[in-house]
């Protein structure tokens, strides 16, 4: 079967015997940076989601590469819930300013303070960020808007296109997605509506770690083990805060701990985990049984659709 | 742990509705351990609340609403799941007539394909209408996975004559003898997806996983003559950069190296690669697949969309051409349709001009002169572009073939464009199927 010549591909000649292919974090990496270059080369005004997060700090890394020895050509743009936990925040700081880049936030406590947004009962405001960041893609004119989802999330994610074309309410309509063909990628948009861009489309979880151990990418600390002060709730180790709680009946314990996402700290848990390097954490991840979102995002479980329906509303 | 040197295979799956492909890959997904508990949960407690007794393993992948109410898939979901030898990215692409665009893109970025039939109804008209499309479209390697063999008692003959028919049928597309395998399996039950099975001592071939983890992955085009479409010009003046001018893109096939002559596409100039970049250091040589930065010598005027081409073989830059397009939009085609063409990283104006050419998909036959293409049709056209395109016959290189139709007012995707009359695959299908054929395909255009 090796001898036969690939007749139907684009395969003429037999290769050399002694070229390795591209390994599959070379492929994922070329790829990415293919995109965040097309992109480049057809937006007037594209951005990046920026969070701090594991995903969007291998989003900003690559990009860096992808214009290497120029500077990024984009800004940034993070939606801050008020309720992340200081280690990011600092991190999310410190890097925009190494790489010398543009930092736009939008503030979901500016629109709880004014009235545009109210706190829902549950404390929680992953659900209030869709508004200020459609506000936010309006007001800077965003035209293309970088994400770090990955199609191995979840199962709706799954069906997701790396250009999602968004109507001017910011919505995906999984019907009008367009077929994405080769490496070709379809950009056109109407005024007013806006690409959602995901270069990290096809990277699994434990892809993005081996590929943060590769690149040796710094990330916050919260992704390694560590002690903190915790509470119990709805099976998820919650970090006591100011924002959301521990209530009276949910007793604090120090444990050893350390987070596989990052996002609002009232919905985000930790993991007991003893992993405190990138190799120990890349082993904890292959070995896990859980999927990263079902171990730490309460959002997600609100219904079996629950991130269709967010993504529906403009969500990332 | 599986090691990080391990190689990607990307794959599409394919089948008539009910031939249970969601399950299959829900097979594949659970026995490789790729499910974890939690997403595991929830289809026990939804395949609970459905009133079956065992977990239906489709619902780990028909992930929109609208489909798990309907019971299809119905648009394009990608899949990753991993072994200690390889990584895969999954493209599974509905079985539904009116989805094949869906097919159609699955198929595109595929190394291989994974049909399904049902071993109680054989290969079907649409299973040969799938492998002429995968065909069509350059996909390398076919497995025919003969599901729901628990169904027919494990029998021996009634697989032979299906993996028969079908073989019979890819050689006739042009695949050759050994990039075609036909396997045994119960996606349900789980025979011969990852385990193999007690129930079929008559089948020595490799499992289905066995088969995707060991199948020579088609390296891209390195051997062919260099093709570097042009995405982005990058541009600073640092200390450390001085009148620093990049020309950034992925080589699309062939290699490149210092020192090699090229020739920039339209314009005709000539030069040669002085430094292949990256921001981990210089290469000696870039491969088709990677993104690099080429330094030129020579101070010429590059701009995105252009190509950097091998100076020995450039493609010649056409402003009329055949092409074979997938009809993917409700509107319908009609000669003398003013459209987009994307091809590489330029999009200019085009016209169709003619249309040559339909493939018949009911009677695997080709109709010459149709009026129109509509969805999901499949035909031979003429291009007229407003500016010239360095384009490569899509059976030579699927990346520098490849070409999307566009509409110009509301931006969709049209059509998947190939390069030259790529219906070659089709019109066999035509013969192979003993009907008469009204046009040939693959007679020389125009």
């Known amino acids: 079967m090796a001898e036969d010549d690939g007749d139907m591909s684009t395969q003429q000649t037999q290769p050399g015997p002694t070229r390795a292919p591209l390994d599959a974090l070379a492929r994922l990496e070329s790829e990415a940076i293919h995109i965040f270059r097309e992109v480049a080369g057809e937006f007037d005004r594209p951005v990046i989601l920026f969070s701090g997060g594991k995903d969007s700090t291998v989003l900003l890394h690559l990009a860096v590469k992808a214009f290497w020895p120029a500077p990024v050509p984009f800004p940034l743009l993070h939606v801050d819930t008020g309720h992340n936990l200081d280690e990011v925040i600092e991190f999310r700081d410190r890097t925009v300013e190494r790489y010398g880049l543009r930092l736009v936030v939008a503030n979901v406590q500016d629109y709880i303070d004014d009235g545009r947004l109210e706190e829902r009962p549950d404390g929680t405001r992953n659900p209030l960020q869709t508004v200020p960041l459609l506000d936010a893609i309006t007001t800077g004119k965003f035209d293309a808007v970088f994400g770090g989802g990955r199609r191995d999330e979840e199962r709706a994610r799954a069906k997701e296109r790396i250009f999602s074309l968004r109507n001017s309410f910011g919505q995906w309509e999984p019907r009008r997605q367009r077929p994405e063909l080769w490496n070709l990628y379809n950009g056109r948009h109407r005024a007013g509506e806006h690409v959602r861009v995901f270069p990290l489309s096809n990277w699994t979880e434990l892809d993005v770690w081996r590929y943060i151990k590769r690149e040796a990418i710094v990330l916050p600390s919260i992704y390694f083990a560590h002690t903190r002060e915790v509470f119990q709730r709805d099976g998820m180790w919650l970090t006591a805060g100011p924002w959301f709680g521990p209530r009276a009946d949910e007793p604090v314990e120090e444990l050893t701990v350390r987070y596989r996402t990052v996002g609002d700290g009232s919905c985000t848990g930790a993991v007991l985990s003893e992993a405190a390097d990138l190799d120990e954490v890349i082993a904890e991840v292959s070995a896990s049984r859980l999927t990263e979102r079902g171990a730490t995002r309460a959002d997600d479980r609100l219904s079996e659709a629950a991130m269709e329906d967010r993504k529906r509303e403009g969500y990332f | ?446």
């Open chain 2, 1 to 446: 742990m599986a090691t990080t040197t391990q190689d990607l295979l990307r794959l599409a799956t394919a089948g008539s509705v009910d031939d249970g492909k969601s399950t299959l890959v829900g097979r594949l997904l659970y026995d490789t351990k790729s499910v974890l508990a939690d997403t595991l949960d929830a289809v026990h407690r939804a395949s609970v609340d459905k009133g079956l007794s065992t977990p239906d393993l489709s619902l780990l992948v028909d992930g929109l609403r609208s489909e798990r109410e309907q019971g299809i898939t119905i648009d394009v979901a990608y899949r990753y799941f991993a072994t200690p030898r390889r990584s895969f990215v999954l493209a599974d692409t509905p079985g539904h007539v009116q989805y094949t665009r869906n097919t159609v893109t699955g198929a595109s970025t595929a190394q291989l394909a994974v049909l399904l039939v049902d071993a109680r109804k054989g290969v079907l008209e649409q299973t040969r209408r799938h492998a002429a499309v995968l065909a069509l479209l350059g996909v390398p390697r076919l497995v025919l996975a003969v599901n729901k063999i628990d169904l027919v008692s494990y029998d021996e003959a009634t697989f032979e004559v299906i993996a028969k028919e079908f073989t019979d049928h890819a050689t006739a597309l042009g695949y050759p003898i050994g990039s075609v395998l036909s396997i045994p399996v119960s996606a349900l039950v789980g025979d011969n997806v990852v385990e193999r099975s007690g129930h079929t001592p008559w089948y020595v071939g490799p499992t289905l996983l066995e088969h995707l983890e060991t199948v020579p992955v088609e390296p891209d085009p390195h051997d062919a003559p260099l093709r570097f479409p042009v995405q982005y010009v990058i541009r600073t003046n640092t200390a450390e950069h001085t009148d620093y001018r990049g020309y950034a893109g992925q080589v699309a096939a062939g290699t490149v190296r210092p020192g090699d002559e090229v020739v920039v596409l339209p314009s005709g100039l000539r030069t040669t690669v002085a430094r292949v970049d990256t921001p981990d250091g210089e290469l000696a040589e870039a491969e088709a697949g990677q993104s690099v930065t080429l330094v030129l010598a020579d101070d010429i005027d590059i701009s995105r969309g252009d190509l950097i081409a091998a100076a020995v073989e450039p493609p010649l830059a056409v402003d009329e051409f055949e092409a074979t397009l997938a009809w993917l939009s409700d509107k319908p085609l009609r000669a003398g349709a003013r459209v987009l063409v994307k091809h590489g990283a330029r999009t200019v104006r085009a016209v169709v001009g003619e249309l040559n050419a339909r493939f018949d998909e009911q009677k695997l036959t080709s109709v010459p002169d149709p009026t129109s293409l509509e969805l999901n049709e499949i035909g031979r056209v003429l291009v007229r572009t407003a500016e010239p395109l360095p384009v490569d016959d899509y059976a030579v290189n699927r990346r520098t073939g490849a070409f999307l139709v566009i509409d110009a007012a509301d931006g969709s995707t049209l059509a998947a464009g190939l390069v030259g009359a790529g219906l070659q695959a089709l019109s066999t299908t035509g013969s192979a199927s003993g009907a008469s054929t009204a046009g040939d395909l693959v007679s020389p255009g125009p």
